[in-house]
């Protein structure tokens, strides 16, 4: 950490620095510049100093210099971390897909859509059976009857299945059901609940919070891993700016910023990034060209009916013809499409 | 709900909307204008009803018109609602100031600042013993301990106190000491845990989202309010924003706003709003005078020394140096601040 | 338009409503609904005119229907436009790609360059005489010299060129050496620098304001198109948000956003839309697989010493990797580059 | 200047560092800490700079110390500036009423008004004779017409006048009318244009821009200041975020900020920042609780009429109630309202 300090500083104000540096243990070296005065840190730095040293009299500012996100980092770990579900590989260098409805409505509708991502290609399915919604009054999922519905279409398909938990006191059930634990944007601090998952020891796909700065996300992971989790997949799902056009603004700069910064897989959410589904088909294959590990995309037999999510869902069709362009983008990039899975998911 | 269809529709897709519309019991009106045709809908319409059109063939637009919350709205209740705790009144033209430390960190801590407080016109204490944190390496609290001491410095001084609460497993041990309980606003939109706090039927201080909308934050209340529980308390702290010169944007819009449309009571957290404790005198003084029923203040016996927040949080002496000006704006207009409580808190 | 009444409101507020459209020639119908009562206004609408209405008494709100930006828009004129520069065509379903240093420094500097992007295969030549900077003390360009340097290496390599103009007063001295003219992000809402380059005739790149939502946009368009000028290409260059881990969020939904909505060719400038080498690759090849009609490239012969921009500069081996990336990805989407000018434009 | 090495980073690359420096005339020293090498670099540093070492192998980032904005900063001119307009003085601690319609229309209404705001109190009038207009189609003003009403309203009334000047080519004309040059908000980094009225010598109004951080607006100023022109009014008039429900977000935390870090003095502009006439009168008093020099309001005779802001304006009997309500709060801060105008403006 550097300690800035203010011109016309007086030299009182630089030794009680140095001072609280020496009471909490660190050691702090003085340099004088033409225009500023700066005191250098050394030694193991909390997260709180800086915060503290900048309501010290003299002092202009702090600047971070070693970054807050140990375990997600590259600098601790340099190689992917590739995340296991299953028999698929997520950060292995190919593509995963990982489709199905926005929320599980009944047993045709998963086991007819989970046919059908299955079929077109798909390497997971997603549902939800526990669904935040910004109104009271929304259709708010089918509960464990879901959790049920999506283990007997991952049953039949093969396709193991990732599933949003949206309390401490479902982590338990979700898990008993769940290939992949799902933590939803509104509830990317919720720190409690991260820690709970991570307990859980299962992967745990961790959206990017609505608010969130990729340092904030970063952390957020980083109560994961600390946890003893290491199973983290990453998911960009737009951010809320200042246009409206969109639902959310999707940002591509995140996947390869992340894959510099981090070992953890990242995959892209184009459904919720976009919420139009005619937007839906070209950011997937952008999300590919710019090297995200996988795409999750919300497929439904019939989006003017479905229960949430209709606009930024595909039918059948138009996910297949998806799957065939992604197909070709993810080769031009050599990060082919993972080859469907042929075989059941272990209980 | 008007539902826009595209230039150049069939009468074929006007007709699909009709009978869709019919379909789940609501009833179309077609008004063709010079530049569009428009189809007004009739009925009890449910919150997914403009993304499911929005997905037809023809359809340009959707716009609602009634507002989605209702039970927060001043429509469904004119007259303002006046929030209790104890002998405090939030919401009944009064301003009420509550203060504290971020973090209770030690009983010498919790009832130095508490007597301070006091002693300075504070009519409430707040502190926290659940701390949500970036990082999993920060300071978390004291937990139950830090509830204790604060029922205990709430007990000697007769302030009722806030607190925290992060999880829905900690709500009934919270419920058990606080009088009022917040929700933080990384929770802003955690919709299990605001509906249990809602069970509770205890004050809910809820605080606004990072990157909630006003809207966002009042369907946020009606969580609460729709669990049968009316102790509703805003809390605008600041959005995220472009801006980095502070840690929020304290979005004193909001303020009038919400009190216009909605009869809930709203205070300021100007210590989160700005996060420099330089500011948060001019926008305490600039939330009582735009109208807030309160104000919520970070104040440290040393803030040099805090656990967490010390850059936002006032000593003892600026905390009333404070007081003493808020005093004299608050009765400029007209809304002077609430005397100081002088009996205890009910048990 | 639909006037929206509020709860509540009297005949007499709805007859005054009804009195004023017909003041300016305008027609209104009456809705009565469960909730609310509408006035849906037929005839021609002025901008101002929603808000003229939303200060009458009982009024809640309005909604406009019809599009602002009416020249812009698919829905006057459905197939798309292509732009001419020299033999290059832009919008014709090739990915063009437009490279050059961020400012002309020397006439080493700017001829090396261009025939190093020349080579690897770039359409057009792009280069600063006049910069714009956020603080007056950094390097703002050659001026009028610069000019001269970009079209010699023009005249020497073929390429078109394009240039920014940042005021009224260079207008005709930039349009008589550039090929196509620039304007800035920071000018993005100049209305009249943009009527001024609409006058001369000459293609405009339009580059999105850091705060333009999608229709301002447009409607920035809309003054340019509106002087008789149909050679506008739009350029997303990112936007100001929350994130600072990059210069801007390049919002890629904006691009087949764009192309959905208006007939206008689009490109994407990924320098300036990330501000970090290292992601205009990724970021590049995502607004190629996206549909953006072609790609602006900062190159320069040595980043490190650039006098601007150096940060998100690619060096000549760089650039010539990306373009062998960008030739695939375009393959992949059906839209392969376009090849190489290999005549001399005219003058 | 700091530049913080990578972890494992060579000592050549320190030493490529170092070499750099002294290529440009710079001194760096090198601090080896536990987790991080760190450079501090001495001398005269120029903007690019940290750009440009960035681009080098083995550095991680760099940190810029001294601020960029030096002539509007406190620590190179501590005390206040104050700004004379004829008798009037903006920034010697009195809160000074800046009133007047969004837009001149007609002899009658900038008279009428003008009369209006003088014997309410205001200090300054103002009024749009060129206006910027996000659409082409909307009213865009009266020129040279609206310059002359504007004169003969401030003749008779004694109130000196301020209006927008929207382009290089209008400076002068505007000039010899105005006796505040404004610069608007999509024009706040538009350099040129703040030089050319930079130049007249005149005070300048300068809005800050939808997207611009404290910093880039101070540097705005700064290509005033560097001209040669002291008199500078700052003027916070709502910024971009994702809250829809108002126009722009009134950015209170910039008014004491902005005093804190600059002596320019900074008005408020709550008409614009808030876009609703309902929040102007909250929203101002906020401002002058909050320490601003000065509030600018919109007032027009009959709003609902206006050709331009209508939904944003007063009429004369909102504005007389809201500059009693000023008077108290101002006088609660101890920033009394300046007493009106009594003397003619000198011409």
Known sequence: MMVIMKQGHSQQEID??????EEVGLKGHTIVGVERTVVAVVGSIYP???DELETMSGVGSTVRISVPHKLASREIKPEDTIVKVGSVEIGAGKTVIIAGPCAVESEEQIMETARAVKDAGANLLRGGAFKPRSSPYSFRGLGEEGLRLLAQASKETGLPFMTEVMSVREVDLVAKYADVL??????AQNFMLLEEVGRTGKPVLLKRGLASQ???WLLAAEYILNIGNPNVILCERGIRTFETATRNTF???????????????????????T????LVGPVSLAAIAAGADGVILEVHPNPDHALSDGAQSLNFR?????????RVVAEAVDRPLLSAATEPTPA
């Not at 799902?182 to 509830?187: A, L, M, P, Y």
């Not at 910064?261 to 184009?270: N, Q, Y």
């Open 16 to 21: 009680d620095v140095l001072r609280r540096l």
């Open 48 to 50: 709180e100093l800086g």
């Open 182 to 187: 799902q933590i939803g944007t509104r509830n």
């Open 214 to 216: 990729i340092e904030d």
């Open 251 to 273: 940002d591509i700069n995140a996947i390869p910023l992340v894959k510099q910064i981090s070992h953890l897989p990242i995959v892209a959410d184009p459904s919720h990034g």
């Open 275 to 278: 919420g139009k589904w005619t």
């Open 318 to 326: 138009r996910f297949r013809e998806l799957m065939e362009q992604a």
